[in-house]
Nanobody, 125 residues
């Protein structure tokens, strides 16, 4: 199992970024996917998650209305569209996966079995 994040970078407050996570897990469509983030000196926090079908999504309160998680099961990829970025969004963003053939949407670190290496997002104010 391999998860590879991309799309991070340095942006200004108010800008947008789209993160991608390419997964080498099969079948990808049987896995729920999540995004977490870890700011310097802090723990790894939940950001968003999506069910295998894409029908169910869940967001942390801090990103709700600004971030959108989506997936393309034909491309084995999950995305995180981040709009109206703030300096508080600065963190390393991690992709995570867990086998979950129902539409349950996991939201805690312990529920996920597989993790990527992370991609840095820095938002300057």
């Amino acid at each position: 199992v391999q998860l590879v994040e991309s799309g991070g970078g340095l942006v200004q407050a108010g800008d947008s970024l789209r993160l991608s996570c390419a997964a080498s897990i099969h079948p990808f469509s049987s896995f729920a996917m999540g995004w977490f983030r870890q700011a310097p000196g802090k723990g790894r926090d939940f950001v968003a998650s999506i069910s295998w079908s894409g029908d169910n999504t869940y967001y942390s309160d801090s990103v709700k209305g600004r971030f959108t998680i989506s997936r393309d099961n034909a491309k084995d990829t999950v995305y995180l569209q981040m709009n109206s970025l703030k300096s508080d969004d600065t963190a390393v963003y991690y992709c995570a996966a867990v086998a979950q053939p129902t539409n349950w949407v996991p939201t805690t670190r312990d529920e996920y079995d597989h993790w990527g290496q992370g991609t840095q997002v820095t938002v300057s104010s």
